[in-house]
């Protein structure tokens, strides 16, 4: 099919089919979500249980061991790990990508189902949950409330009226309030008087039970109608608790409010939030999986409006905002790609000299993006930091076809006078083919991506996608609408009007000759660019004589950047400044929740008199970060979530580094951990830190030694001054050592003794209280001043497990048994139960110090598993240096370590599987090179032109590493892509190099005079589209504004390997084509004198045309 042809005789076609595209686009792009990142799918499945107050060990032994070994037994399984704290077991399981994460979590459910029958049978127990991982499922959002004096009533308006409102607004999939104080039904039982009326607190505790209860009793008729029965046991009130019979004793019934005060007040606080200073309850709202960031953090704005007009006294300070550093990242990409484009049709304005050349180019970039907007839609995508970058990579490489193109039509009006229309046909026709094969060997360096699994292929899967199919459509916009507006917008008259402009001003001398401001600037540059080429012919004439020289000194130069090398390092992805940061606050363990808030007090008052933070989230009891809701209740430890000010007059690592300073100043008996919220590296990786090393042993004891060792060593290694380790020091425990001989005998179970001590201490949530569809807990527990000691704690009664089926009956009797205070005999008051519990003694109960003796000793607080091995992790974030530097110091130090036998290191499974993806990623470039190899010998029908060609390749290199050393910037994924995408632009001028020589040697001329004259020919349109495509990167390149830097080392490595591989391609190519050529010839014992013509058709005349036509330097209008 004559393309050229068919564009400028059917322009009317052609117009209407890219319009079409173009108007699809649009209507597209308004239907686009918006959000951050692509939509990263993580094969993991999660196992959650919980059973309060249990310590670690005992989780590991009976929950976790269990789980760990049933889930292992799953298929394509690629880690287990786990963690089992105090009333807590997690369990990862990590599938190998590719894996169908859905039925993964089926086949996990049930096999957790299995390992349940062998837990433990108590009611606390908790059913374990399982759920697949989500990262983008994280907070968007975080109020702190405030504006209500009584925090109980605050938190129950936000439980039960704001949560469920702003959980209606569409994409919210949790509202959860979090600190603050709770409503609850607190029965505070007097231990004396449960003694002196022969009771327990599980007697108490269960007739609250017995007698709080709704009930259906059938149905009943009368007449014609028919009642449905109920039973109504509910309390009307909390007063009415206080009635409730306990028990009986002298034939008298008790009641509870005889034997403890029915208090309606509010938990026991164990988690203090504050905003800015105020006492203020958290509200976290997280997206659903598919939702858009944006629309839905916009929609819970509008929720909040109906909040505020139903509960105007309430007040909402924004402590975290998700969409905002989205929005900005947003439109700062956006920004990026427009002033790249605009420069890059800058620089073509500078090289055609002509406001309609430029037109016609230019309108390559809008068609080329508004089309891919259609691509985004219909594959589902969302408009991304990831695919922006793409577009507006994109930007400088969607003209340089249209420039390829245009530039040969104008040769061939100049050289063969022809009219705009024929040389629209003749010049689209003649390079269609060198078009073609340039631009599919950028598409085709991609395509290995494709083959990636892991994080790295689905982030960079779908930038693949926008740049391939941005560069297809530039491609046919290059063959279809620039012949069709060429044949149109081009004026012979004004080529005619730009000659005599261009003699007059060279016979005038370049002073008298009037001109306008803009046309000086042209004619300047124009003038500088004819010396350029100019002077090209000439160094290229002596590179063809010295060829060995050149390939030997440019490849050498090669080598010499490779010792720059390990001075750049390698990270996964550069930090993003998100505008916010966390500090983590860690007191030693056993600290009381009084002290920690203390200390975090202080910690907040020192980050909030920087003149640059705006909000200071205060969380004390909890590690809570934006990495979710809260995480197990710990007293010790304390958080501050940090909101920077949008006009912030330092950047984000720089207040890190102040804070941490004066908080190191200001702290003292407390550790303070300041870390960058890095919310890309967060979605990606599921976590902040970076860098772990992973120990592993059997005894705890010395597995914590060993690691607090190699923590200090490892804080030593510039750039991990804030390693840390998630196994801190032995936690104090108080335990009681149940004598099970004498308890047996005295009818008493270990079940009695951890119940009776549970409750006493902890309180037990005995049933609810309803109220106006509402219910709040009612708990049972000892009063907090009787029950700090061991002693109050030692008199707790216990009454026998068969003592408790019913209400126990107290009289007079006598009999020998054992005294309420210890051992004795005497007459006491004797216990008679419908149950005949003859076991019990005299008066009906024990006391604790009869069965159990009190231990002090010590418990790990968090006991991790690694694939069923016990390890402790030493985690931190590579600050101040690259990460593969790090990595390399640790490995040096790690290598030092004489561990005793049966403990070993490694390096945890993310940096492992990171590596894995690398080494993908380095397959990928010898796949995409051999794929252009295959593609360019198909092009030429040789297996000899593809190597010259791709000889140029490691000429990149030289860019990207001087690139990458001089801007400080670390070789990590996006430098790679860039990598990647160099491939494919050198290889295209190299294509329009020896595609044109061919061309020329076909037509009769000899070898070096087709070299001399096709390398100046196409040294304009190589010039022009490398310098549009490095000055559409400059944005990308400088960072500008949040979300850039991700970008900005692919923009640098592209920028610097363009220019140098550009710069040595045009002598290199020549160089190496002229060679291969001479051991083709020689192969095949050719003799020819390739200085002269070789075909019969290639006559003086035809030569002298060519050169004319080179050497005629009419610049188009």
């Known amino acids: 099919m004559n393309i050229g042809k068919f564009s400028v005789t059917r322009p009317v076609t052609v117009t209407m089919r890219i319009a079409a595209l173009v108007l699809l686009g649009v209507v597209c792009l308004t239907k686009l979500p918006i959000d951050l990142l692509p939509k990263i799918s993580v094969p993991t499945v999660l196992v959650l249980t919980q059973w309060p107050n249990v310590a670690p060990e005992e989780m590991e032994t009976q929950i976790t061991r269990p789980l760990e070994q049933a889930v292992s037994s799953a298929s394509n399984i690629y880690n287990v790990s786990s963690s089992s704290t105090q009333g807590n077991s997690n369990i990862r399981v990590q599938f190998n990508y590719g894996t169908d994460i859905g039925q993964a979590a089926v086949d996990v459910l049930q096999l957790v189902e299995r390992a349940r029958q062998r837990f433990p049978t108590d009611p606390t127990l908790q059913t374990p949950v399982v759920f697949k ?41 949790s509202a959860v309030a979090t600190g603050g104080a709770d409503r609850a039904i607190i029965v505070d039982v007097d231990p004396d008087k449960l003694r002196s009326y022969h009771l327990s607190l599980s007697t108490v505790s269960k007739r609250i039970v017995e007698e709080n209860l709704n009930l259906p009793a059938g149905i009943a008729k009368q007449s014609d109608t028919e009642y449905t029965i109920r039973s109504i046991g509910d309390f009307n009130n909390p007063q009415e608790i206080a009635s409730v019979p306990v028990g009986t004793f002298n034939g008298q019934n008790v009641s509870l409010g005889q034997v403890a005060t029915v208090r309606d007040a509010q938990q026991e606080i164990r988690l203090s939030t504050r905003l800015n200073g105020e006492a203020a309850v958290g509200m976290i709202i997280v997206k659903q999986s598919e939702a858009n960031t944006v629309d839905t953090a916009n929609n819970v704005r509008e929720k909040l409006k109906q909040v505020s007009k139903l509960y105007p006294n309430l007040k909402f300070g924004l402590a975290y905002d998700q969409s905002e550093f989205i929005t900005h990242s947003i439109d700062d990409v956006k920004f990026s790609a427009i002033v790249g484009g605009g420069l890059a049709i800058v620089i073509l304005m500078m090289f055609l000299r002509n406001f309609r050349s430029t037109l016609v180019v230019a309108l390559s970039i809008p068609i080329s993006i508004f089309s891919t907007f259609t691509l985004l839609y219909f594959c589902g995508f969302t408009l991304n930091n990831i695919s922006l970058s793409g577009l507006s990579l994109a930007t400088g490489l969607i003209v340089d076809d249209a420039v390829v193109v245009l530039e040969n039509i104008f040769r061939h009006i100049e050289r063969d006078k022809k009219s705009p229309s024929e040389a629209a046909i003749s010049g689209t026709n003649e390079i269609t083919s060198a078009v073609f094969a340039s631009t599919i060997t950028i598409m085709v360096v991609f395509l290995p991506l494709f083959l990636i699994k892991g994080q790295s292929g689905q982030l960079f899967t779908q930038f693949a996608l926008v740049v391939i199919f941005s560069i297809g459509i530039s491609l046919l916009d290059a063959l279809t609408v620039v012949p069709m507006l060429a044949s149109r ?50 160094s290229l004439e002596w590179a063809l004589k010295h060829r060995w020289r050149v390939i030997i000194g440019a490849f050498g130069l090669t080598i010499a950047s490779g010792f720059l090398i390990p001075f750049i390092g390698s990270e996964v992805l550069p930090q993003t400044d998100s505008g916010n940061f966390n500090v983590t606050l860690r007191l030693p363990i056993g600290t009381a929740l009084t002290k920690t808030d203390e200390t975090v007090k202080i910690a907040e008052d020192v980050v909030r008199k920087n003149p640059d933070v705006e909000t200071v989230f205060a969380a004390s009891g909890t590690t809570l970060s934006l990495r979710g809701t809260t995480t197990t209740l710990t007293p010790y430890q304390g958080s501050l979530t940090v909101r920077l000010k949008e006009d912030r007059k330092k950047q984000t690592q720089e207040i890190i580094k102040d804070v941490q300073k004066q908080l190191g100043q200001k702290l003292s008996g407390a550790r303070a951990i300041v870390t960058p919220y890095d919310l890309v590296t967060q979605i990606i990786s599921g976590g902040n830190q970076n860098i772990e090393i992973d120990i592993y042993g059997t005894d705890l004891p010395q597995l914590a030694k060993i690691s607090r060792e190699v923590l200090t060593q490892v804080r030593t290694v510039p750039g991990m001054e804030n390693a840390d380790t998630n196994v801190q020091d032995a936690t104090p425990e108080l335990q009681f050592k149940v004598d099970r001989q004498k308890a047996l005998q005295l009818g008493i179970n270990f079940t009695d003794v951890a119940s009776a001590l549970n409750t006493a201490t902890n309180g037990t949530l005995s049933s609810y209280y309803r109220e106006n569809g509402f219910q709040y807990p009612i708990y049972v527990q000892l009063p907090e001043g009787q029950r700090k000691s061991v002693e109050q704690l030692l008199d707790l009664p216990l009454t026998p497990t068969s003592a408790q089926s019913s209400i126990g009956t107290t009289g007079a009797g006598s009999g020998n048994g054992s005294g309420a205070a210890g051992g004795g005999t005497g007459n006491a008051a004797g216990v008679v139960s419908s149950s005949s519990a003859t076991t019990a003694p005299g008066n009906g109960y024990v006391l604790l110090r009869q069965v159990a003796q009190p231990v002090i000793t010590t418990g790990p607080n968090e006991i991790t598993r690694q694939n069923s091995q016990r390890y402790i992790a030493i985690t931190s974030i590579a600050q101040g240096r690259s990460q ?35 080494g993908g990623l380095g397959l990928s470039v010898l796949l995409a090179i051999a794929l252009i190899y295959m593609l360019l010998a198909s092009q030429f029908e040789s297996f000899l032109y593809p190597l010259t060609i791709l000889a140029t390749v490691p000429l990149s290199i030289i860019g990207v590493v001087l690139g990458l050393f001089l801007t400080g910037r670390a070789f990590g994924l996006t430098a790679f892509i860039g990598l990647l995408l160099l491939v494919g632009i050198v290889v295209k ?46 944005p990308l390149a400088l960072a500008y504004g949040r979300g850039t830097e991700t970008q900005a080392p692919l923009a640098t490595a592209v920028i610097g390997g363009l220019t140098t591989s550009t710069l040595l391609t045009l002598f290199v190519v020549p160089c190496v084509y002229t060679l291969l050529d001479d051991f083709g010839r020689w192969v095949q014992k050719d003799k020819r004198d390739l200085s002269r013509p070789t075909l ?22």
Do not use: C
């Not at 409330?145 to 999939?173: F, R, T, W, Y």
């Not at 401001?517 to 003038?527: K, N, V």
């Not at 040697?1001 to 490095?1030: H, K, N």
């Open 133 to 173: 991982l989500d990262p983008s499922q994280l907070p968007i959002l975080i109020y702190g409330v405030s504006g209500e004096k009584d925090p109980a009533k605050l938190k129950a308006i936000l439980n039960n009226q704001v949560a469920p409102i702003l959980q209606s607004a569409n994409g919210v999939a």
């Open 489 to 538: 917008l081009i004026k012979q008259d004004q080529i005619d009007a730009e000659r005599e402009h261009h003699e007059k001003r060279h016979s005038a001398g370049g002073d008298t000759y009037k001109r306008s401001l803009i046309m000086i600037i042209f004619d300047w540059f124009g003038d500088r660019f004819d010396n350029l080429d100019s002077g090209y012919r000439k």
């Open 989 to 1034: 001028n190299g294509i329009l190099l020896i595609e044109y020589t061919n061309q020329l040697r076909e037509r009769g001329m000899g070898r070096t005079e087709a070299v001399l004259t096709a390398s100046p020919t196409r040294l304009r349109p190589i010039l022009m589209t490398t310098s549009a495509a490095i000055l559409g990167m400059i």
């Open 884 to 918: 593969s530097e790090v990595l390399a110091d640790l490995q040096k130090l790690m290598a030092q370590q004489k561990l005793p036998a049966g403990y070993y290191w490694d390096f945890g499974v993310q940096q492992k599987q990171r590596a894995q993806e690398y």
């Open 1096 to 1117: 019969v058709e290639a006559t003086p005349a035809a030569i002298e045309a060519e050169k004319a036509g080179k050497e005629e330097k009419v610049t188009a209008s």
